[in-house]
């Protein structure tokens, strides 16, 4: 008779185990990870590690989740990309100018447009300011990236050649490459190739040694993230007399100031803007864009957080 209770408890306790293997009180076949007892059905999950721990298919806890999606801001206005894909901006956002429905990439805001890609890498823009004479006629074609200055706007191809319109003109209006991805200024920009260097054309050809991460520029200045984490900005034919300190994740940059996440997820801001663009929030992050008098970035719970320049509504972002 012992033998048979010992048994029976035996099993008992292995069926028990395998309905939930891992005791987050779901069953294995409702859980998403069953291994893992921090991972099920509507858990807490905190944007930026990459984890679905909700068993909702996606970073970040549910709803309108910015964790994923990307941010780009430029003069008077803002966007970003929920984790579904869609379009959020505000700013000077007229009425009748609302973003084009369905996913895009490669979101970019400049002085008076905003441009993205379809999903089949056409170029969709949409006019910021009204009064602003529009920088280009869209051009046709399927293209891999797009970025948008002051004056001027590039995409790149499938090959990775560069292709620009503006006030780049003519020999200036092509680079081949290729190329991975562009920054563009107010009159010129620079491309980044898959090995780290940087090219720059039209009003300045200047570039510090990299090899580099990531570009990002402004109105007056382009800043370059170093592939050892270390980053440099420079204006015109000449570094920027004001240079981003020590190790960072990501930067971005504005007119005369600039911002990044650092490698604990915190947020840091060096140069000058007079309306508290430097004033950057504390807390931890995983995203952060900055316009040319504005910041914005995403805290670790996928909230969007702006400051600086708000004279068009662009450092108010939508809750999400």
């Known amino acids: 008779m012992r033998r048979l209770l010992l048994i029976l408890l035996l099993v008992g306790c292995t069926a028990s185990g395998a309905d939930d293997f891992d005791g987050d009180g779901f069953l294995d076949s409702e859980d998403c990870d069953p291994s893992d007892p921090s991972i099920y059905p509507e858990a807490p999950d905190p944007c930026g590690d990459g984890i679905d721990q909700s068993c909702d298919g996606r970073d970040g806890d549910g709803g309108a989740s910015f964790c994923e999606g990307s941010l780009a801001l430029g003069l008077g206005a803002s966007c970003a990309t929920t984790t579904d894909g869609d379009i959020t901006c505000w700013g000077a956002i007229g009425p009748e100018e609302r973003p084009p429905e369905g996913p895009g990439t490669s979101l970019s805001v400049g002085a008076s447009q905003v441009c993205d890609l379809d999903a089949g890498g056409a170029l969709r823009c949409w006019n910021v300011f009204q009064d602003?004479?529009?920088?280009?006629?869209?051009?046709?074609?399927?293209?891999r990236a797009v970025s948008l200055g002051r004056d001027v706007g590039c995409v790149l191809d499938e090959v990775g050649d560069a292709h620009c319109w503006g006030v780049l003109t003519g020999a200036m209006a092509q680079r081949t490459g290729p190329f991975?991805?562009?920054?563009?200024?107010?009159?010129?920009?620079?491309?980044?190739?898959?090995?780290?260097?940087?090219?720059?054309?039209?009003?300045?050809?200047?570039?510090?040694?990299?090899?580099?991460?990531?570009?990002?520029?402004?109105?007056?200045?382009?800043?370059?993230?170093?592939q050892d984490g270390t980053a440099v900005c420079w204006t015109g034919d000449a570094p920027s007399d004001d240079q981003p300190d020590g190790s960072w994740l990501?930067?971005?940059?504005?007119?005369?100031f600039g911002c990044g996440l650092r490698p604990d997820h915190t947020l840091a801001c060096w140069g000058f803007q007079a309306d508290g663009g430097l004033n950057a929030p504390s807390g931890t992050f995983v995203r952060v864009a900055v316009g040319?008098?504005?910041?914005?970035?995403?805290?670790?719970d996928a909230r969007i957080v702006c400051w600086g320049n708000d004279l068009n509504g662009q450092a108010?972002?939508?809750?999400g």
């Open 180 to 226: 991975v991805s562009l920054a563009t200024r107010k009159n010129g920009v620079c491309a980044l190739d898959a090995t780290g260097e940087a090219t720059c054309w039209g009003a300045s050809t200047f570039t510090p040694d990299g090899p580099f991460q990531a570009l990002d520029a402004a109105r007056y200045q382009t800043c370059g993230l170093r």
């Open 316 to 319: 108010s972002p939508p809750s």
């Open 292 to 300: 040319e008098q504005h910041a914005c970035a995403v805290r670790d």
């Open 132 to 143: 602003h004479p529009s920088v280009a006629e869209i051009p046709s074609g399927a293209w």
């Open 250 to 256: 990501s930067i971005g940059v504005g007119d005369t």
